[in-house]
């Protein structure tokens, strides 16, 4: 059984999780628009991640006793000044992300819910390797600046990361 504060705490990451979601849904529609067909991909993989990471907290609330709350959600921002300042937005985010697990971490700690505390791991490796993936795309596109063949070949690359991602082991792992 839940306490009361761990319930409201995993439910506010589970608004976090539903709008990163929707974040990288508009990142992927901006990309789409622009004609980059592969950063595209790669964020409508981003936001489908998103929806798993949120659903995994939605199930372990309601199998736990609690009631996950799906509430309202801030509206994300639908426009950038360039690709640049998208992925740096979504790097950014992920360092949020990051915060508030880390957050969570230590609410279980003092409320002694070691399962809980279990439970969340996953979402403490998660965040290592979505934190480590952010940074090598921004590092890539710091090597790229302004060259529209970078951008074309950036492009391909990225799509290609997508696919990989997608037919070899899930970043996400078993659902
Ligand atoms: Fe669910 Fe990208 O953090």
């Known amino acids: 059984m839940l306490s009361q504060i761990i319930e409201k705490a995993l439910n506010k990451q589970v608004r976090i999780e539903a709008e990163s979601s929707q974040i990288y849904l508009a990142m992927a529609c901006w990309a789409e628009a622009k004609g980059l067909e592969g950063v595209a991909q790669f964020m409508y993989k981003q936001s489908d991640e998103e929806r798993m990471h949120m659903l995994r907290?939605?199930?372990?609330?309601?199998?736990?006793?609690?009631?996950?709350?799906?509430?309202?959600l801030k509206a994300p921002n639908?426009?950038?000044?360039?690709?640049?300042?998208?992925?740096?937005?979504?790097?950014?985010?992920?360092?949020?992300?990051?915060?508030s697990i880390n957050d969570l971490v230590d609410v279980t700690l003092q409320e002694k819910d070691y399962?809980?505390?279990?439970?969340?791991?996953?979402?403490?490796?998660?965040?290592?390797?979505?934190?480590?993936?952010?940074?090598?795309?921004?590092?890539?596109?710091?090597?790229?600046?302004?060259?529209?063949?970078?951008?074309?070949?950036?492009?391909r690359d990225i799509q290609q990361l997508t696919i990989y991602n997608v037919a070899g082991t899930p970043k996400g792992g078993a659902q």
Request: aromatic share 12%; charged share 25%.
């Open 57 to 72: 907290l939605v199930k372990f609330i309601n199998e736990r006793g609690g009631l996950a709350n799906i509430s309202e």
């Open 115 to 155: 399962a809980t505390h279990n439970f969340l791991q996953w979402y403490v490796t998660e965040q290592i390797e979505e934190e480590a993936q952010a940074r090598a795309i921004l590092d890539k596109i710091n090597l790229i600046g302004d060259d529209k063949g970078g951008l074309y070949l950036f492009d």
């Open 78 to 99: 639908v426009s950038f000044n360039t690709f640049r300042e998208m992925f740096q937005e979504l790097h950014d985010h992920e360092i949020f992300v990051s915060a």
